[in-house]
């Protein structure tokens, strides 16, 4: 058997269960598997147990699928045009890249072949591949041609190449969740998709997530089946990716796109944005529609931006809004402010901020960060709030779960004789038939799905329970000291937000003196993303933390 013909078994099986592949000419081979054996020797006494990897390249996908459809055009993008791109590029906010386009700098085709030359240079080999981008987008650069055709007046997201994770449904590509149970999932735009493209974003690809968003197992954060583990560019196997958005985190840290969309339904954006150095926003939930997105808890789960800086968030944000009548939770109102809130900063000297005083006595960073924010002219409070209880936490994501997944596959599944589970259950079984190719680290979360007897009342009153609780956490001391914000770390009260249903942006922070980025959260009442980037705004003008990661300059 030919190496040109065991590539086309692996394209025809990757695009679909049903689709053929005529190829006209001898296919290049891109990418070749490799040992990975050492790498996991390497990782074997890791401190963090969860990064003890039991595989990183994925035993299911073949890159050459995903990198050959645009190859020829890549290739012809030269290394000097690369090069002359890349100080107006690199690191650089949706505004400036606009205006270097405006003024006949480059096209949107160039962009788009930009970071596409970055992803195909950094991805391909082993030694330096993240394993984040786990598709691309076939017609991506004929769409970047059609924008150049037609740029006046647009929305600032117009044109600008966005990488999505792999939960979201896309109409020309496949929405896998990272499992092999969904790895030929055919599907229609999601709703933040459809208002993406009206909006003129172009969709470059999907990325890596933890599969499942992370309710599978115990696993890695950053790993699945279909796409592999993926690599903290600050660290490969070093620091952990933060999940289960670990892809949008990566290829934003990495600029593998202009910005990223992730999920959330508990740390899921605010975690990996700060384990990447990135700007994360986990919106009130309804802001955004969740309609398309494969499903953990329809009562907590919300996509947000990822972005390199705060003013690009607001734009992804603003993109992306819009009321979803399929999605019972989406708000009518339109909460303006949110596109130009970067444009107006807080000063220091009208901010009061609450700091906790756990996170004051035990992250020196933190604290040092507190203490700066002072000098500059905020007004802190000291805050020791009384920490709440999440007995029943699980029980939410475990039922709604149940329920929410096979409402998912009805409505959203356009390929059901290549998709053949229905429900938890079905995936559970399925993934038993191969566990060390489909669950390689178990499916306890699977399994305490299946187990969870809770009825619906209980549920219900779980729900209320901790909404309230969640809410009273952050609403005593914002409403005594009358705070525009509260401060945390990363996803450290992600649980408290997501059952509060309560947004909060994550900006860089600083590092660690390992290199492990950190970074400083505002969380925030109900639909005052506005106001929380305004802050951000303010900031991160004053602090410039982030750093590009040094092996991918």
């Excluded at 695009?15 to 990782?43: M, R």
């Excluded at 050459?64 to 906010?93: I, R």
């Excluded at 660290?235 to 992730?262: C, I, L, Q």
Aim: charged share 25%; net charge negative.
């Amino acid at each position: 058997m030919t190496q040109r013909f065991i590539l086309l078994i692996f394209l025809i099986f990757t695009f679909s269960c049903k689709e053929k592949i005529e190829p006209e000419k001898e296919l290049p081979v891109l990418w070749q598997p490799y040992n990975d054996s050492l790498e996991l020797v390497a990782n074997a006494d890791h401190e963090k147990e969860r990064m003890r990897y039991k595989f990183i390249q994925s035993k299911v996908t073949d890159k050459n699928a995903v990198f050959l459809p645009l190859y020829d055009e890549v290739s012809k993008f030269s290394e000097e045009k690369y090069k002359t791109m890349k100080p107006l590029v690199l690191e650089q906010d949706i505004p400036t890249i606009q205006n270097h386009i405006n003024d006949g700098k480059f096209s949107y085709e160039d962009l788009a072949l930009f970071f596409l030359h970055r992803i195909y240079t950094y991805e391909l080999p082993n030694e330096t591949t993240l394993n984040t981008v786990i598709a691309l987008n076939p017609n991506v650069l004929e769409e970047a041609r059609k924008l150049d055709a037609n740029a006046v007046g647009k929305h600032p997201i117009y044109g600008m190449p966005i990488m999505l994770k792999d939960n979201i449904g896309v109409a020309n590509m496949k929405t896998t969740a990272g499992a092999i149970a969904l790895m030929h999932n055919q599907t229609d735009d999601a709703f933040i998709v459809e208002r993406l493209k009206k909006n003129g974003a172009l969709i470059l690809g999907k990325v890596n997530l933890s599969e499942w968003a992370n309710f599978l197992c115990e696993c890695p954060n950053g790993q699945s089946a279909v796409g592999g583990q993926t690599l903290n560019p600050y660290g490969r196997r070093v620091f952990d990716t933060g999940g289960s958005s670990a892809g949008s985190g990566t290829s934003v840290a990495a600029n593998y796109a202009v910005a990223a969309v992730g999920t959330e339904t508990s740390g899921s954006i605010l975690s990996p944005s700060g384990q990447n150095s990135v700007v994360g926003l986990k919106p009130t939930i309804g802001l955004l529609s969740r309609t398309g997105i494969v499903p953990i808890s329809s009562t907590l789960d919300t996509p947000g931006p990822m972005t390199k800086n705060v003013g690009d968030n607001a734009i992804v944000m603003s993109a992306m809004l819009g009321h979803d009548d399929r999605d019972s939770k989406s708000v009518e109102e339109e909460f303006p402010g949110i596109l130009s809130a970067w444009m107006h900063p807080t000063p220091f000297k009208e901010m009061r901020l609450g700091a906790l005083t756990t996170l004051m006595e035990n992250d020196s960073l933190y604290a040092r960060t507190i203490g700066e924010l002072a000098n500059q002219g905020a007004e802190i409070v000291e805050i020791t709030p009384k920490n709440i209880e999440m007995d029943g936490f699980l029980s939410i994501l475990n039922i709604d779960m149940k329920n929410d997944l096979p409402k998912y596959i009805e409505a959203q599944v356009k390929n059901k004789d290549c998709v053949l589970v229905r429900n938890v259950q079905d995936v559970a079984a399925f993934n038993l038939r191969d566990s060390l190719i489909r669950i390689p680290y178990g499916q306890a979360r699977f399994d305490g799905i299946l187990s969870d007897s809770t009825t619906v009342e209980e549920l219900d009153a779980i729900k209320q329970r901790l909404k309230l609780e969640g809410r009273t956490f952050f609403d005593t001391p914002m409403d005594e000291h009358n705070l525009d914000a509260l401060l945390s770390i990363n996803n450290y009260h992600a649980g408290y937000a997501a059952v509060a249903e309560y947004p909060a942006l994550t900006i860089p922070m600083g590092y660690k003196d390992t290199g492990e980025p950190v970074n400083l959260t505002f969380i925030g009442k109900p639909f005052t993303e506005a106001q929380l980037l305004r802050l951000g705004a303010t900031f991160e003008k004053a602090f410039r933390a982030r750093r590009i990661p040094d092996g991918y300059r």
